[in-house]
T-cell receptor
Framework: EPEVTQTPSHQVTQMGQEVILRCVPISNHLYFYWYRQILGQKVEFLVSFYNNEISEKSEIFDDQFSVERPDGSNFTLKIRSTKLEDSAMYFC???????????FGPGTRLTVT | GQQLNQSPQSMFIQEGEDVSMNCTSSSIFNTWLWYKQDPGEGPVLLIA?????ELTSNGRLTAQFGITRKDSFLNISASIPSDVGIYFCAGQGSLVRTSGTYKYIFGTGTRLKVLA
């Protein structure tokens, strides 16, 4: 069964450093998303991406964040200069269409020290 | 903005019991999704609901899309220890006119613990 994969599973970085989180969405899906979940809290929407551009972003997704689909399979989230409060689980998701269900990857745990 | 409230926040039940949880909002949603999340893992899709009044089952799970489109419930029958986890509802809200897309908003979660 196709699934969304994410790497790395855990990333530890120092405050101020840049990190890139990687995702491989399900191959025939067209819509891609990043979500964040701070420990013990609900899943929060960050950004959606379609047709090689951002469709929508939340207030969390400020200028420190960027997304890219560098090739036909990968979808990345970059945090330019990490802050302590960026520590969270980051989930990638994909869907076949905008009104269809979203499938989540296993997440990357980002720890900023 | 649109918000989803889930209740109960947490529940302890005995193995074999039925479980019911719900998700409510003051806003109308077009689609409801129910996910289960195990510790340290990503949410796993359980059930998707697309029409008001729709009742859908997936094994021991049953979910309904409220007629007002402002709520949804999830029932688990004959609970087993592996049902433990956090259950999230997610609602697909209003059309974002600038992009032609919809955004999913997640509920606060119901933490389920099953006692053997």
């Amino acid at each position: 069964e196709p699934e969304v994969t994410q790497t790395p599973s855990h990333q530890v970085t120092q405050m101020g450093q840049e990190v890139i989180l990687r995702c491989v969405p399900i191959s025939n899906h067209l819509y891609f998303y990043w979500y964040r979940q701070i420990l013990g809290q609900k899943v929060e929407f960050l950004v959606s991406f379609y047709n090689n551009e951002i469709s929508e972003k939340s207030e969390i997704f400020d200028d420190q964040f960027s997304v890219e689909r560098p090739d036909g399979s990968n979808f990345t989230l970059k945090i330019r200069s990490t802050k302590l409060e960026d520590s969270a689980m980051y989930f990638c998701a994909s869907s076949a269409g905008t009104v269809y269900e979203q499938y989540f990857g296993p997440g990357t745990r980002l720890t900023v020290t | 903005g649109q918000q989803l409230n889930q209740s109960p926040q947490s529940m302890f039940i005995q193995e074999g019991e039925d479980v019911s949880m719900n998700c409510t909002s003051s806003s109308i949603f077009n689609t409801w999704l129910w996910y289960k999340q195990d510790p340290g893992e990503g949410p796993v899709l359980l059930i998707a609901l697309y029409k008001a009044g729709e009742l859908t089952s997936n094994g021991r799970l049953t979910a309904q899309f409220g007629i007002t489109r402002k709520d949804s419930f999830l029932n688990i029958s004959a609970s087993i220890p592996s049902d433990v986890g956090i259950y999230f509802c997610a609602g697909q809200g209003s059309l974002v006119r600038t992009s032609g897309t919809y955004k999913y908003i997640f509920g606060t979660g119901t933490r389920l613990k099953v006692l053997a």
